[in-house]
């Protein structure tokens, strides 16, 4: 007797327990009883009769679709290679179970037209400078679509952009055309910032005359510095007409003693007194010397 009803327990048990199903904590269950949508089941031991009921698993992860290379051509018509990846994730169980055979499959399908669709609208230039604007513009029109397959689109990022070997090497020579440009920008920004600071100084100099004088001096003491080297430089006829003014006011003063009779002879066996010597009209003049350097001293006596 116990014997009969041991087959039925036994029966039973192995029923309940193939009923059991464990979900994930990233996955849901989407249920059919009959092949009608009961619910979905969340994270942890569910019952699903056997025969009469079953589940599909669908996890809620971030998963990443690859986008092969695809040809196009921009609005410029420029024909470029560009692949890219998608990130999407599943937000609704139900409707990505029920809306879509394939969800994964649809997805990438779409990112491919899109990619072309998105791409052919816009110039190589801003595909290659904004190239956030062109990823947010895929995330979003593909997002539209698979919201009705309970798909949520997170990113899309290009990966790369193949161009034609031509293309790039204008782009180079563009780049370089574009470092030349600016270089000679910051050298003129530089040049008229020396030449206001010129301007600058020779307003002050201009200002106060004897300044130039000071300036000059400090100038032949830094040449007179090099004893290795021989300069010869001009001196301003500006400078010497001072000299030359004093020199000429001395001379008629000069002339003048040595015209006029002496009122007193000498007495006898005294000497004569001596007539007034003229002043030396080279005093007060600037003093130029020029020195050989000892290089060429040696090579003179060598010779």
Known sequence: MMEFLLIPLVIAFGYVLGSLRVLNQYERGVVFLLGKYIGTRNPGISVVPLA??????VSLRIMAIDIPAQDVITRDNISVKVNAVLY???ADPALAVMEIQDYLYATGQLAQTTLLSVLGQVELDELLADRKKVNELLRQIIDERTEYWGIEISAVEIKDVLLPEGMRRAIARQAEAERERRAKVINAQGELQASEALAQAARVLQSQPASIQLRYLQTVSEIAAENNSTTIFPIPI??????FQRAQDAAPTADAAANTPAKETAAPGLPRPAAPVPPDITEGLPQVRFERSKSTEGEGGSR
């Open 88 to 90: 999407m994730r599943v």
């Open 238 to 243: 500006d400078m010497l007409r001072p000299f």
């Open 52 to 57: 009469l009921a079953r589940m599909k698993k």
